[in-house]
């Protein structure tokens, strides 16, 4: 055996206890030692030689941390995005969003603005733009550093000229003014109970800002959901990422906003999404 294989191998072995995909990560993470990319590194894994510095990017990952922070990097939609410790890794089920407006939308039409509320890393407002080419949007967070982030992707993807991101907080007084009205809003708010205990991989290292929300995990669906009628066009539709066990309280404050509702599930079969439109005309349907 020669090559990158036994490397491999014993990279696995060793991640098999803290990842559910200990092959993938070790492959990512050798690919980001010899500063290549996955596909090219499989091609010529029988005459490449690992660097030494991936021993220290496997100790990084026992130890719980995302490979998305050890490369910065992250893969969402069509898009290959940086990420830092400041923002959530933005992951497969949040694309959910996307699939429910074009869903939405359908092939014929397509939002003119769409607002990311939230944005972190820009993933869901460069996603929708990329997806709807003849839109604009707009990128909010209260976390300065977040912010940092989306505007760096923001530019580096090649959509400065149609998206900005913004420090907004959602919790403050005023946060909504010059903002204007939207034909999609998107957001993936925090939404865990307070209490729960998450795997070490995200409570050690991802911001809690972004995870949390009191309680019963609702809070900053207590806030946004009355005010969505004065950012929404009158055909508009916001689409809000939920927690399993919450589609039935948060379509309840999406019923007392005066909305119509529609869950849609991940693909694993878990309720991840919920619709909101006034019902005025909900396209292709």
């Not at 990017?57 to 992250?74: F, K, S």
């Amino acid at each position: 055996m020669s090559g990158l294989a036994p490397v491999l191998r014993d990279a696995t072995a060793a991640l098999d206890a803290v990842s559910a995909t200990p092959r993938l990560d070790a492959e990512l993470l050798l690919a980001h030692a010899l500063g290549i990319e996955r596909s090219e590194m499989l091609l010529r894994q029988h005459s490449l030689i690992a660097p030494d510095s991936f021993a220290a990017l496997i100790t990084r990952r026992i130890a719980h941390e995302p490979v998305a922070y050890i490369t910065g990097t992250q893969a969402f939609w069509d898009l290959e995005l940086r990420v830092t410790p400041d923002v959530l890794v933005p992951r497969a089920d949040s694309e959910t969003l996307l699939e429910a407006a074009i869903a939405y939308f359908g092939p014929d039409r397509s939002p003119t603005r769409i607002a990311d509320l939230g944005t972190g890393s820009g993933a869901l407002l460069l996603a929708a733009l990329s997806i709807f080419p003849a839109a604009e949007g707009i990128g909010i967070d209260a976390s300065v550093p977040a912010v940092a982030v989306a505007r760096e992707n923001t530019e580096r993807l090649g959509f400065a000229d149609r998206a900005s991101t913004e420090i907004r907080d959602w919790t403050l007084p005023g946060w909504r003014e010059g903002l204007g009205k939207f034909d999609l809003i998107l957001c993936n708010p925090p939404y865990i109970e307070d209490d729960v205990v998450l795997a070490p991989m995200v409570s050690a290292y991802e911001p809690h800002t972004a995870l949390f929300a009191g309680d019963d995990g609702l809070d900053d669906y207590r806030i946004l959901i009355p005010q969505l009628p004065n950012l929404l066009n009158p055909h508009g539709v916001a689409l809000f990422e939920i927690g399993y066990n919450q589609a039935e309280s948060v379509g309840l404050l999406a019923a007392e906003a005066g909305f119509v509702t529609e869950l849609r599930h991940d693909l694993a079969g878990n309720p991840r999404v919920l619709r909101f439109s006034l019902g005025i005309e909900v396209y292709n349907d």
